[in-house]
């Protein structure tokens, strides 16, 4: 016993300073992005990772000057929020499908929304382009919404497996009430699926408010442009205004990190919920 707790001590300073060294790496391009933000371009190219020799907000002043930034917010807010409401409403309503009636049809559809979350998006967006010109919505908000709704499948694949550890039991007594699908998918289901609701709504809305690829494909206005689009522009084919750039970087990140930071307790309770039957 003496012995075991004496090897455990090794291993616990072992498992310390990997995990702060690790933890160091990573928050190591954060911190270079957050203080070149607050320099010049001089002092960025002569102390890159040093603190700035005299802080300025000169950068973030130019940021936000044109209003830009916030027309790139508000359109990445109307993007996310309706994107992901429609991939959490129809991966749910997927999941209630397969777990309520079970047969050869839901079956083979549970099989191809499965295959679909294999499918990489690079491979799709060529024939969903030509789709969505013939219907006109190439270059909008809306047509940049539907696109989203591929990733259904990913919240599917998550919901359904939760799903199937609620009891049976409940569905039947609600049916011999004369409850409809519908009433107990909103009443009872939903309810009782509120943590691995709370986490592929974490996930979903990091990925979208993160995406770079769709939005770079299907949307070439200025007044679409999505945070990240606008993170992008901001570096140029010649000369780029890296502290400027910098900043445009923070500011995008910003409701990001704290959108996380508040709703990690939900990711970790709705993942381990989700592995713990009963």
């Known amino acids: 016993m003496i012995e075991s707790r004496a090897n455990t001590v090794p291993r ?6 990997v995990t702060l060294g690790s933890a160091i790496l990573c928050a ?3 911190y270079y992005v957050i203080v070149s933000s607050f320099k010049t371009s001089v002092d960025m190219t002569k102390h890159p990772f ?9 950068n973030y002043a130019q940021a936000v000057a044109d209003g830009s930034i916030w027309t790139a917010f508000l359109n990445t807010l109307i993007v996310t929020v309706f994107g992901v409401i429609l991939q959490v409403a129809v991966g749910s309503l997927a999941a209630y499908a397969m777990v309520l009636k079970k047969n050869w049809l839901t079956v083979g559809m549970g099989a191809v929304l499965t295959l679909a979350f294999c499918i990489p998006v690079q491979s799709t967006l060529l024939p969903l382009y030509k789709m969505e010109g013939t219907l006109g919505i190439v270059d909008s908000l809306p047509g940049l919404i539907v696109l989203y709704l591929a990733d259904s499948a990913f ?12 009891p049976t039991e409940l569905f039947e007594a609600a049916r011999v009430d004369g409850a409809s699908p519908f009433r107990i998918y909103w009443q009872i289901v939903l309810p009782l699926i509120r943590p691995i609701l709370a986490t592929v709504i974490v996930f979903q809305t990091l990925a979208v408010w993160n995406d770079f690829l769709r939005p770079s494909v299907f949307v070439s206005s200025a007044e679409k442009c999505t945070v990240v689009l606008q993170v992008y522009n901001a570096v140029n084919a010649f000369s ?3 502290p400027l750039f910098m900043a445009i970087t923070c500011i995008a990140l910003a409701p990001v990190v704290v959108f996380f930071m508040f709703c990690q307790r939900w990711i970790v309770s709705g993942l381990v919920a989700g592995a713990v039957k009963g």
């Open 50 to 58: 040093a603190l700035p020799t005299e802080w300025t907000f000169a």
């Open 12 to 17: 616990k300073i072992v498992r310390t300073i």
């Open 240 to 242: 780029t205004n890296w």
């Open 155 to 166: 919240c599917y694949y998550l919901i359904v497996g939760y799903m199937r550890k609620l």
């Open 28 to 30: 190591l391009p954060l």
